[in-house]
Structure formats: structure tokens, C-alpha cells
């Protein structure tokens, strides 16, 4: 890769989610209308499969929890580019990825559909910019993600220290 494209694409992806999912932020934490029509709608969905309230306001996925998990993703993806902070930003687009593609299958596989709003597929075409930037700088960052993934690792499945074989005196 061209040194100053990978020296300034993960500031500019992490710029770019993070302005998206905070922008979002303002019609789940308000309860916007449009908000309460696409989790409404989602929550219909999901008691039809016997888990109502699933979407609900107290529910598992509900908008506070997909916006609170949008709100760490954005911290995490900025603070991550600080020096020495890199794996931050992993974990920021790591936490990134995996709400846009619960976002863009709910679009896709549920009765939502890729136009709730009837704004021209604005939002799907959100979820999918993001989804894609996301899985790009979890792909730039990837030792990174390794490394902690290694170290975690290492912090619940402990390696088994060997003992020292005791040297043997000379005959």
C-alpha cells in the first residue's frame, strides 16, 4: 500500500464511522419517530418468531442499546488514534462491524426492508459504507486485533510453566 494512504486511511475511516454513528446517535437517544417506526416494525417482526419486546424500548436490541454500542464504537475508534492507542481503534472498528452488519441483515432478511424511511435507502446505504470502511481498518489493523486477541489469550488460558530439569553433577 502507498505509505501515506496507509499512513492517513485509518484516521479518515475512523473519522468517517465515527461522524456517521454519532450523527445516528440523535434519533435513538431522542426516540425520534422514524426510530420508533424502525424498531417498532423490527420488534413486530421478532413476536412473530416468539420473542416480542426483543426490539422493544427495554429490550435486548432496543435503539438505547444499539446507540450506546454505536457510542463506544465512535469513542473508541477516536481515542484509538491517539498514539500508542491503536488497538483501541481496532476494537472500535471491530465493535463497528459487528453492529452495521446486524444493521444491514435486519435490512435485508426482516420485513424492515432497505427503504423504512422512505428516503431513498439512505440509511441501508449507511449501514453499508460503514459496514465496508469498518472491515477495512479491522483488515489494516489485523495484528493488532491479533495481538489482542493473544493476550487475551494468555489472560484466561494460562500457558503451564515447564519445570527446570535440575543439571546433573559431573561423574
Known amino acids: 500500500m502507498l505509505p501515506p494512504v496507509r499512513k492517513y486511511a ?39 418468531l416468539g420473542l416480542p419486546g426483543l426490539f422493544a424500548h427495554t429490550g435486548l436490541f432496543s435503539q438505547y442499546v444499539i446507540g450506546t454500542a ?14 500508542g492507542y491503536k488497538r483501541l481503534n481496532a476494537v472500535g472498528a471491530a465493535i463497528g462491524f459487528a453492529v452495521m452488519s446486524g ?36 483488515i489494516i489493523r489485523r495484528d493488532d486485533l491479533a495481538g489482542l486477541v493473544r493476550d487475551l489469550g494468555r489472560t484466561f488460558v494460562p500457558t503451564p510453566r515447564i519445570a527446570p530439569t535440575p543439571l546433573r553433577a559431573a561423574a
Not at 454505536?70 to 498514539?83: Q, T
Not at 426492508?113 to 465496508?132: E, R, T, Y
Open 10 to 48: 485509518p484516521a479518515a475511516i475512523s473519522v468517517f464511522a465515527s461522524l456517521i454513528f454519532l450523527d445516528s446517535l440523535r434519533y435513538k437517544f431522542a426516540d425520534h419517530p422514524n426510530t420508533q417506526e424502525i424498531f417498532g416494525r423490527l420488534d413486530g417482526w421478532a413476536g412473530t
Open 70 to 83: 454505536e457510542l463506544f464504537a465512535s469513542a473508541l475508534l477516536l481515542i484509538g488514534l491517539l498514539p
Open 103 to 138: 444493521a444491514v441483515n435486519f435490512h435485508l432478511w426482516t420485513p424492515l426492508g432497505i427503504d423504512p424511511n422512505n428516503d431513498g435507502a439512505g440509511l441501508f446505504i449507511a449501514a453499508c459504507i460503514v459496514w465496508a470502511t469498518t472491515l477495512t481498518l479491522m
